[in-house]
């Protein structure tokens, strides 16, 4: 058994030294043309493989990049017409703050029986709330925005 095992190793060896190792047995097919350096069609497949591992990558990353920016654009959009709403939300919190203080105003106009001092404060903040307003019918004119949007907001 010995003695055969060893034959079979050495027939393998041989084998394997004459044919793979030094190409001898191999038939000369594409794979054989494209694959060596030494043949004009080889270097050019060489040449695109090269190229092709190399811009691969890049193209890669360039679909990568594409793509977050186009998610950015729509979350900058987004942020666009949320910083929209919260500027006409500060306009609204600006004029019923105005309001409010024209109607408190008049509540003291009314209670200290038409005082001189009142009078002069309750006009004052009667002009001041009428700035705001036509500020804020401004503001929602600019922003082509209609009383439906602005209640539905709220």
Not at 82 to 102: C, F, K, P
Not at 104 to 128: F, H, I, N, P
Not at 140 to 151: L, N, P, T
Request: charged content about 20%; hydrophobic content about 45%; some cysteine.
């Amino acid at each position: 058994m010995d003695s055969t095992h060893s034959s079979f190793l050495q027939s393998c060896a041989s084998s394997l030294a004459s044919s793979a190792l030094f190409g001898e047995n191999l038939k000369k097919g594409f794979w054989d043309r494209t694959l060596n350096f030494r043949t004009t069609l080889g270097r050019y497949f060489l040449l695109i493989l090269l190229l092709t591992a190399g811009i691969l990558p890049v193209v890669i990353l360039l679909a990568q990049n594409i793509k977050k920016v186009y998610d950015a654009a729509e979350h900058l959009e987004t942020n666009m017409v949320v910083n929209q709403y919260v500027e006409l939300a500060l306009e609204i919190r600006s004029l019923v703050y105005s309001i409010q203080l024209e109607r408190g105003l008049s509540a003291l106009y009314v209670s200290s029986g038409g005082d001189d001092r009142t009078t002069e404060a309750m006009l004052k903040q009667r002009v001041k709330m009428n700035v705001h307003l036509l500020d804020f019918r401004h503001d929602i004119d600019m922003q082509k925005v209609d009383d439906y949007d602005v209640v539905a907001f709220y």
